[in-house]
Each structure stands twice: as structure tokens, then as C-alpha cells.
């Protein structure tokens, strides 16, 4: 079985093609399973709006077309299932609405997504003083530990993004081993997963997310994976799956873990897509 858990509608204001383009495009390349995780609507402007995420009023046309793509994609051998990206942020009080959302839908998984590049982060950083990027870096994952251990979600998304969008410098994760450590062991403890993001090669440094060396830790701590093409056009469903779940196995990992009713799925890792 092959699966791909996390991809986007138009909906969200930054993705083109319809939910049934993706399934069609996963029927082709082999994948027997995709969620759809559009962003979740946010109450502060900050988090971005319009061309960044859908608002609270059109929740309910998300999960219908989401349903809808799932009938339509079953002749093609495609199960949908549907799923959310919601945030991570240091400020709790932010993050009510969106609690209110998590416990009013019946998702089938939900991403927690700390966007470094975010105005609200960038504000909170500057308002707290975290100027360097030494510091930059140790916030952001002290605050992805945080929300793993926040119970909200059930895999952290693409848990090295702020190395790309110009937020830093430079990333370079052995010198920040031991709090990236820190995260990986709260995703251990917490028992949920970690998502392998294909996007990364896209874009930034071109490399996955996250980096080969945080896998190499994430291995050697028993870390479960989830993995995810983060498609915002159907092109991407599946893209370097075939390059990156071989590598996954090199690296020791056994097992790939997707959500249905936010209840986790183990299937053997894919040879590739």
C-alpha cells in the first residue's frame, strides 16, 4: 500500500486543480491513499489569510468537497480521506478558535504545522527578543515540542521549514542536536508521528524535510513516520517518493503510519512509488 497524507485544495487560496485532479494523479503513480489537509482558518490576520488559508465560513464546503472527491475517486482506486494542517504557536490564546474547530470536525488526521515564516512568529520572535539565528532555531523547536506535547495533532509537518522562506541564515542541524533531540523524544514519548515532507526538495536548500541528519536521529530513536508530498498542484502527489521512501529504508525505518478517524495505520515502507 502506498499513501500520500497531506496535500491541498484550491480552497486554501495557494493551490490550482481540483481534489479529483489529485486523486487522478495518484491513481497513476500507484498511491492507494491520499488525505487532503488544507489549512486550517486562523482568527488572527498574522497566521495569513486570503491566499493562504481558507476562512472559518467555508469549513463545511471543504468537508463536503472532500466527501464528494472521495466518491468520485473510488472507481479509480483511490481511497480520500480528510484531513487538516493546523497551527502551532507559542501563544495559546491564539490557538482557542482553532481548538473549537478541532473538536467540533470529525477529521481524519491533523498536521501541526509551526510556519516559521509566518508574520505571527516573526512577531512573536522579534517581540521576545529572539534575534539571532542560533536563537531562531532553538525557539522554533522547543516550540514544536511543545506542541507535540500539546496532544492536538497527530504528526508534526515538515518539522524543519524554517530554513527556508529567508526566516534564517543558515541551518545546520548538528549544531542544534540536542534540541532538535529534545523534539524527537517528545514525539517518542507522546507516541505520534513525524511527518517526511517531500516539499523540501522543491524548494529552499532542496533538501527534504526534514534534513537526512534529523532522520538519521529520528532512526536511531525509534521515531514513526508519516510522509507527505505537501501537493499544491496535482503534479506533486507522489513527488520523490520513489527517491526518499528508499532512502527512509537505508536509513532503518521499516514502517510508514497514516490516520483514518484520527486513529493510526501502520503499513511496511514502500521500495518507492
Known amino acids: 500500500m502506498r499513501v500520500d497524507s497531506h496535500m491541498h485544495t484550491p480552497l486554501c487560496g495557494h493551490a490550482v486543480g481540483e481534489p479529483i485532479e489529485y486523486a487522478m494523479m495518484a491513481a497513476e503513480r500507484g498511491i492507494d491513499l491520499i488525505t487532503i489537509t488544507c489549512h486550517i482558518p486562523m482568527r488572527w490576520e498574522a497566521f495569513g489569510q486570503a491566499g493562504i488559508r481558507m476562512q472559518r465560513e467555508q469549513l463545511d464546503d471543504y468537508i463536503t468537497l472532500v466527501q464528494n472527491t472521495a466518491k468520485q475517486a473510488k472507481p479509480l482506486g483511490v481511497e480520500v480521506l480528510c484531513g487538516i494542517e493546523a497551527e502551532v504557536y507559542p501563544d495559546e490564546a491564539e490557538l482557542e478558535p482553532m481548538d473549537e474547530i478541532l473538536s467540533s470536525y470529525n477529521f481524519d488526521f491533523v498536521l501541526g504545522s509551526l510556519h516559521a515564516q ?100 529520528a532512526a536511531e530513536m525509534g521515531v514513526k513516520l508519516t510522509i507527505g508530498s505537501d501537493s499544491h498542484r496535482p503534479h506533486s502527489v507522489g513527488q520523490f517518493f520513489d527517491v526518499i521512501q528508499p532512502m527512509l529504508r537505508e536509513k532503518g525505518f521499516k514502517d510508514l503510519y497514516y490516520f483514518r478517524g484520527r486513529q493510526r495505520q501502520r503499513i511496511e515502507m514502500p521500495n518507492g512509488c
Open 118 to 217: 509566518c508574520r505571527s512568529y516573526i512577531e512573536w520572535l522579534s517581540n521576545h527578543k529572539v534575534k539571532s539565528d542560533a536563537m531562531k532555531i532553538d525557539s522554533y523547536f522547543r516550540h514544536l515540542k511543545d506542541g507535540v506535547q500539546s496532544g492536538r495533532y497527530d504528526s508534526m509537518s515538515h518539522p524543519d521549514v524554517i530554513r527556508t522562506y529567508g526566516v534564517i541564515r543558515k541551518f545546520e542541524p548538528i549544531k542544534h542536536e540536542e534540541v532538535i533531540r529534545e523534539f524527537l523524544q517528545a514525539v517518542v514519548e507522546e507516541d505520534m508521528c513525524m511527518e517526511v515532507n517531500t516539499s523540501g526538495l522543491t524548494k529552499g536548500d532542496y533538501e527534504v524535510h526534514p534534513d537526512p541528519l534529523i532522520l538519521d536521529w
